[in-house]
């Protein structure tokens, strides 16, 4: 048996499509429509998250048996902004340009409902070690749906990829620019985003009949 | 069979034991790293003022501090003068740049004549720069800035950053392209009076040639930051105009 068992691996590789935070458990939504317009945002909250989820899972699940349940979301919550405060507070200090690129998604982190929804969904009926696993899976999973979501705003809204035009100049009406193409405002703003994640789930639903609920 | 963690006696219990712990613990992080932030925070300043007067690594188009190791000692090289103005009086203070623009925005109440008016004479190229440090607020949160005039109040270079706008949007106006735009601005209008410089939607001018028209070209999808900007130039600078005018009268 390798470092992962076969359902160690599931717990990965099923967030990445099958069980997506986003497009089929409808988590983290609001993140998603927040940060997109710039790829570069998307990587850093899906590194920013991973941290956050993949830490706080193995904390949730380590104290799992001694929360009172009556309590549980207010004990989930301390937990998340208390490593969220912790890890902003060490990046200002180590990494001063790092935590000021990262300081409007600190916020966003602690009322992320993949976060909320992972403590009480798995962390607080599974192992560390499992639930470890878990958050990373998750986040993973969100990534690749912010990454798109990143990808097509930027492109189609700025004309560039991580900050490099790559349609060439819109004011000096180069490239794709010279023969009338113009940036869609439109995408980046929240409204577009939630139209693209709404294309991701269709083709994710018409690939697979089996994410369709039956009514 | 009830669980002992259901009990009304050990959820109160837990819940204290866990304000305590948690509460210990950030108190720790945030006692233990203090020193290290404000010292991080200093020099930050330190690069905002030598960037806002075109001491900066920039590249050819993202906007580039000088490294943390050079800044305190291009700090000294560059700013001749740190001068607070308080009520019509000028008096040195080489800890000006630390002056906490918020705070003392607050305790004046209003009163610009109780204000601390931090000011930063450096020299560059044989170019004098009048560095202003500007507050204000966004969308979402405080932004902030500096901005380098020469002694006819024309702007010489800028720097803007932001607490907390949208990325790709608000966040933008820390992109060189927007700050660019702000160099050679005037500040006063023709006649002398001071007027500010806007920052305008449907901009007719989006290469923004003409540089004494008061306005620089919007971003798009960020009309409340724009806003922003524009409200903290008019509302900071006018403050610095009765120097600017006693400079060019002596």
Known sequence: MGLL?????????DPLADNNPITIQVLGICSALAITAELKASIVM?????????????????????????????????????????????????AYELSKTLSVFVGLIITNCIIMGRFEAFALANGPWKSFLDGIGNSLGYAVIL????????????????????????????????????????????PMALIVVGIIIWVQRTRNKALVEDH | MENRTDKNSYTIIFAIAMVIVVGALLAFTASSLSPKISENQRIEKQQNILY????????????????????????????????VIKNGEVSEDDQAYLIDLKKDKAAAGGDPAKRNLPLFVGEKDGVTHYIIPIYGKGLWDAIWG???????MVIQGAYFDHKGETPGLGANIKQRYFMDDFIGEHVLDDSGTFKGVTVAKGNADPINENKTDNEVDAIAGATITGDGVTAMIKSDLKLYKPYFDNLKNN
């Open chain 2, 52 to 83: 806002a007067m075109g001491v900066n690594d920039n590249d050819e188009s993202s906007a580039i501090f000088v490294s943390t190791q050079d800044a305190p000692e291009l700090f000294n090289k560059y700013i001749s003068k740190q001068l």
């Open chain 1, 46 to 94: 899906s590194i920013s998250v991973m941290f956050v989820l993949g830490l706080g899972n193995v904390v949730i699940s380590l104290m799992r048996n001694i929360i009172p349940s009556k309590i549980r979301i207010i004990v989930q919550l301390t937990v998340v902004a208390a490593l969220v405060i912790i890890v902003d507070q060490v990046l200002k200090a180590f």
């Open chain 1, 5 to 13: 068992s076969k359902k160690d691996t599931k717990l990965i590789t």
């Open chain 2, 146 to 152: 500096y901005v380098s005039l020469d002694e006819n």
């Open chain 1, 147 to 190: 990454i798109i979501v990143g990808f097509f705003r930027e492109l189609l809204g700025s004309g560039t990829l991580l900050g490099f035009p790559v349609l060439g100049d819109p004011i000096a009406k180069t490239g794709l620019y010279a023969i009338g193409y113009e940036n869609n405002g439109f995408m980046l703003l929240s």
